[in-house]
């Protein structure tokens, strides 16, 4: 066993715990765990010289519970069924061109500062949900490491700004801006979208996991489309 990886995993769950009272106490958006706890432990790793791949000897298991917490979302998507059949068409479109316009854009951001194959393809794969993400980089040729940070980023720039782009288009609608926090920015959008009604958390959790199940079956013919052809 090895001592610095196990200490990094109890620091981490411990941090986690205290950040997640701390911003329960005060809910300001830089105190949110999805922010303060990385931000934590980076600074940490940093100080201390460990390496990434210390710190993921006795924590890769984290990552591994994903896949299990992304479908315990059902549950809420079961109870409001019928709201959702009636809105199938809507949410199918809205999925589908938030798709295309997540690689589409990210292809050109990829061509913009001439990055690799590798982080190219990583960059095209993170408009999804982190375990989603994974299982499509480990098929198209990216890098599960850095799928996962730029998923990371993706939600929690969305969080950021995802109030102020919703309040401009005047979406009024809880289900609109339901789907459109749940299709940007993911499980952090999903968490924002259950803090402001559960109407709209619902949709965001709907949109999230389709979106997912929708990349990973078609994503890689977008992905090589749009590197062929764009």
């Not at 940093?46 to 315990?72: C, D, K, R």
């Not at 299982?135 to 730029?150: A, D, K, P, R």
């Not at 720039?157 to 919703?166: M, S």
């Not at 952090?188 to 996991?209: P, Q, Y």
């Amino acid at each position: 066993m090895n001592l610095i990886a196990m200490l990094c995993f109890v620091g981490t769950f411990i941090c986690y715990v205290l950040v997640k009272k701390l911003h329960k106490k005060y809910p300001y958006m830089l105190l949110a765990p999805g922010i303060l706890v990385p931000f934590i432990i980076i600074v940490f790793m940093l100080i201390f010289h460990v390496s990434y791949e210390t710190y993921m000897i006795e924590s890769q298991w984290i990552i591994w519970m994903l896949g299990p917490a992304t479908i315990a979302f059902a549950i809420p998507i079961y109870e409001y069924r019928q709201v959702i059949k009636e809105h199938a068409l809507a949410i199918s479109l809205g999925i589908i061109i938030g798709m295309f316009a997540g690689v589409v854009s990210s292809f050109y951001l990829a061509k913009l500062f001439s990055f690799n194959s590798e982080t190219s393809y990583s960059l095209m794969a993170r408009s999804i949900s982190t375990p989603f993400a994974m299982e499509l980089t480990s098929n198209i040729g990216g890098s599960v490491e850095l799928v996962i940070l730029f998923t990371m980023i993706t939600g929690i720039v969305g969080v950021a700004i995802g109030d102020l782009i919703l309040l401009g288009l005047k979406l009024n609608s809880q289900f609109a801006q339901g789907a459109s926090l749940g299709n940007s920015a993911h499980g952090f959008g999903t968490s924002k979208a259950f803090m402001r009604h559960r109407e709209e958390g619902v949709v965001a959790c709907l949109t999230m996991v389709l979106a997912g199940i929708f990349m990973v079956l078609f994503g890689p013919m977008m992905i090589q489309f749009t590197v062929t052809y764009l």
